[in-house]
């Protein structure tokens, strides 16, 4: 079975621009969850969606949106840049989006905002 | 809400040496507790889990982790590492009914021959 992709794995970007991530889970999986991973905030939880909706979301701005398909893929958006946005950016899918289930993680899309 | 810390930012150990990365949580409420480990370029993969029961838990690679409620506490164990386990160590909580991780700061395992 193939594991949770992301696309793409790397972007530039500059200030104020709009950034759109895409987040394909595991096949059978319909819990998809966004996390921010920087060197100096470490990993943050950014949303979590379940059946196309936003179940819970993280202490981010505005800025940062989601949204999931009916197919459950998902994509987060990011509008009006800043600098700090640079980070990896991670995708997890679970099977239902209990606590217990375990979340299975993507390589990341690495975001660079100049 | 949840904190984790993770005392050590990293632990140098030799390969076959024992290795024990410390992680303590802060909660009101029940949690779930989680070991993931991230190599260099990867998304997280998850190590061990506990969810209830036997206060020890065993998971991938040889991996350990025991859960002591009165410390706190939940901290990873493995008999003999190898160089192979280099790689950055994250603990996690996560509050009951919720599907949320609340991550620690990660501990960088350094294994050298």
């Known amino acids: 079975k193939a594991g949770v992709t992301q696309t793409p794995r790397y972007l530039i970007k500059t200030r104020g621009q709009q950034v759109t991530l895409s987040c394909s889970p595991i096949s059978g999986h319909r819990s998809v969850s966004w996390y921010q991973q920087t060197p100096g905030q470490g990993l943050q939880f950014l949303f979590e969606y379940f059946s196309e909706t936003q179940r819970n979301k993280g202490n981010f701005p505005g800025r940062f949106s989601g949204r999931q398909f009916s197919n459950s893929r998902s994509e987060m958006n990011v509008s009006t840049l800043e600098l700090g946005d640079s980070a990896l950016y991670l995708c997890a899918s679970s099977i239902a989006g209990a606590s217990t289930d375990t979340q299975y993680f993507g390589p990341g899309t690495r975001l660079t905002v100049l | 809400a949840q904190s984790v810390t993770q005392l050590d930012s990293q632990v140098p150990v030799f390969e076959e040496a024992p290795v024990e990365l410390r992680c303590n949580y802060s909660?009101?409420?029940?949690?779930?507790l989680f070991w993931y480990v991230q190599y260099p370029n990867q998304g997280l993969q998850l190590l061990l889990k506990?969810?209830?029961?036997?206060?020890l838990v065993k998971g991938i690679n040889g991996f350990e982790a025991e859960f002591n409620k009165s410390q706190t506490s939940f901290h990873l164990r493995k008999p003999s590492v190898h160089i192979s386990d280099t790689a950055e160590y994250f603990c996690a909580v996560s509050e009951v009914g919720f599907q949320k991780l609340v991550f620690g700061t990660g501990t960088r395992l350094l294994v050298s021959p």
């Open positions: 909660s009101s409420v029940s949690v779930y």
């Open positions: 506990y969810l209830s029961g036997s206060t």
